[in-house]
């Protein structure tokens, strides 16, 4: 079971509710990443168990494929300020 925690920046109050790294549950396997362009945080699905074969699918923003996006960790810099984040309760569990 995956879970998603809030984490919020205390000097602009951006805040995302996301698992903040590399998760899995029973039917994806997701990871958090920051789009340099949206200035925004997301989980996005890397792995879905549900497609026969299991293909691994790129990080992408879900807003465009044309977004520069990179891998975000739990603590990293907010994508609004750069000041790091600060991880908060857990928002929910998933899958």
Not at 2 to 18: D, L, P, T
Not at 32 to 37: F, G, K, P
Not at 52 to 59: G, L, S, V
Request: aromatic letters at 6%; glycine letters at 14%; one cysteine or more.
């Amino acid at each position: 079971m995956g879970e998603r925690f809030e984490f919020v920046c205390g000097k602009c109050g951006y805040s995302a509710e996301v698992s903040g790294g590399g998760d899995a549950g029973e039917v994806a396997v997701t990871n958090t990443i920051v789009c340099e362009t949206c200035r925004c945080l997301y989980d996005v699905i890397v792995l879905d168990m549900r497609q026969r074969p299991h293909i691994e699918q790129p990080e992408q923003c879900p807003k465009s494929p044309k977004h520069n996006v990179s891998p975000w960790q739990g603590g990293g810099p907010c994508p609004k300020c750069g000041t790091p984040m600060e991880k908060g309760g857990r928002g929910c569990l998933w899958d």
